[in-house]
């Protein structure tokens, strides 16, 4: 009778096991770039925004900005692709330096976190008052995406834009740390200039801490009369 090679055996199952490792992390960074790029502002229409923009409903709860899972990705996932979760896009984000242009929508469900920037309030306002947003951090799962880049690349001057289609913000970073989740009168609307608030988890695998980038409004274009350089951050 042939002797049974265990170590064979046992080697090929470790194997197949990290196989089957990798597989689970990877899956979730494709669902999410699948998300972002299905939802980015080159991909929906413009009047389409514009019309997105009189709906406010969406949720608004703040505590859904915490770590991601592979399982909620999968289940974002799922309620987007049959069509229970409705993404409104009504703009876009931008930062050139780190990497990041993601579109902005309505709330803070795990849908919106998963595809791009969600609003804290109905009826925000670029360009006046705090804009504050949220998206998670997806450094554990899919670095690159979100806003995962901004919480090792940031730093003060960095330039900020935001588009409702109507105009474009630019923005000056002044703040950029590692906050505590009690500060919440940093997401508040109200500010004594017009500056943008961007919120995530300081670590993909902690909803301890959150980074907070803020910056104050420094320029503003009509769309159409904006440098072309900055119209391409958005595509």
């Not at 089957?20 to 998300?35: D, K, L, R, S, T």
């Not at 780190?98 to 360009?127: H, K, W």
């Not at 504050?132 to 919480?151: F, K, R, T, Y």
Request: charged content about 20%.
């Amino acid at each position: 009778m042939k002797k049974i090679n265990w170590s064979r055996i046992l080697g090929i199952l470790l194997i197949l096991v990290g196989i089957g490792f990798i597989i689970y992390q990877y899956v979730p960074a494709v669902q999410v770039y699948i998300n972002q790029k299905t939802y980015a502002l080159s991909n929906v229409d413009r009047d389409q925004v514009l019309k997105n923009q009189e709906d406010n409903s969406g949720n608004y709860d703040p505590n859904q900005v915490t770590m991601v899972t592979p399982e909620m990705v999968r289940a974002a996932r799922k309620r987007i692709r049959e069509g229970s979760d409705e993404l409104n896009v009504i703009g876009a984000l931008a930062m050139p330096k780190q990497n990041i242009s993601i579109s902005v929508m309505n709330g803070l469900s795990e849908s919106v976190l998963l595809s791009g920037a969600g609003t804290f309030y109905p009826n925000q306002e670029m360009g006046v008052n705090n804009y504050p947003l949220a998206s998670h951090n997806m450094d554990a799962i899919a670095p690159g995406l979100l806003l995962s880049p901004m919480v090792e690349n940031t730093s003060l001057g960095d330039k900020i834009y935001l588009t409702d289609m109507k105009n474009i913000y630019e923005y000056e970073t002044f703040y950029a740390q590692k906050t505590d989740p009690s500060r919440v009168d940093m997401v508040t609307l109200e500010s004594k200039e017009p500056i943008v608030t961007l919120v995530t988890c300081e670590e993909s695998t902690s909803a301890a801490m959150r980074y907070i980038v803020q910056g104050k409004l420094v320029k503003q274009w009509p769309f159409e009369k904006a440098p072309k350089e900055v119209i391409e951050y958005f595509s």
